[in-house]
């Protein structure tokens, strides 16, 4: 069993949508989780960072960790084109583990 | 502002040519990395130096090398580039070993 899962898609949806990525994880240890935005032959960008479970909200950007469940979340708000990219989901315990990354499209 | 720069963005070599990708950064972090990322992948850990402890990961081949002279500073060393090893490579530096990282925007690295 992997570290960390996550639905690689493709997801495609309308501007506007809301979005919602997850990962789950089999480590009982990580304690530090974050979501990263990659867009096409760039580096990744930190977009969210929570300790423990619980709920964070930046502007559009709502990052979300059920420890209970070994499961986390990224909602995005009223979808734009420019949030068209790759998101991956990494977690971290002694180890640092990334998702595979899920290829989000907003459609004009 | 504090970040990560890498040096260049793209290089091209010739197979079995020796390159050197470089990687700076002024957010004065202990933890510096270095990941491959290949097309729709995710990235993957190649070996991280915490200060100047230099830390391989199991399944590295030993084509890579990396030095860091100083705390700004670390390189990768790939000694004979195979056509397998054209990807992107980026670099990343974290305070420890548990907390976020930051990224640079990639070196795309060509192998003719």
């Known amino acids: 069993q992997k570290e960390v899962e996550q639905d690689p898609g493709p997801l495609s949806v309308p501007e506007g949508a809301i979005v919602s990525l997850n990962c789950t994880y089999s480590?009982?240890?990580?304690?530090?989780f974050m979501w990263y935005r990659q867009y096409s032959r760039k580096g990744p960008e930190l977009l969210m960072y929570?300790?423990?479970?619980g709920n964070k909200e930046d502007g559009r950007f709502t990052a979300q960790v059920d420890k209970s469940s070994k499961y986390i979340s990224l909602f995005i708000r009223d979808s734009q084109p420019s949030d068209s990219a790759t998101y991956l989901c990494?977690?971290?315990?002694?180890?640092?583990?990334f998702g595979t990354g899920t290829s989000l499209t907003v459609i004009p | 502002d504090a970040m990560v720069i890498q040096n260049p963005r793209y290089q091209v070599t010739q197979f079995g040519k020796p390159v050197t990708l470089s990687c700076s950064q002024t957010l004065n972090h202990n933890v510096m990395y270095w990941y491959q990322q290949k097309s729709s992948q995710a990235p993957k850990l190649l070996f991280h130096y915490y200060d100047k402890d230099f830390n391989n990961e199991a399944d590295t081949p030993d084509n890579f090398q990396s030095r860091r002279p100083n705390t700004s500073f670390c390189f990768l060393d790939i000694r004979s580039p195979g056509l397998g090893d054209a990807a992107m490579y980026l670099c990343?530096?974290?305070?420890?070993?548990?907390?976020?990282?930051?990224f640079g925007p990639g070196t795309r690295l060509t192998v003719t």
């Open positions: 990494a977690m971290s315990g002694n180890q640092f583990y």
């Open positions: 990343a530096t974290s305070r420890g070993t548990t907390y976020e990282q930051y």
């Open positions: 480590n009982s240890a990580f304690q530090y």
């Open positions: 929570t300790y423990s479970s």
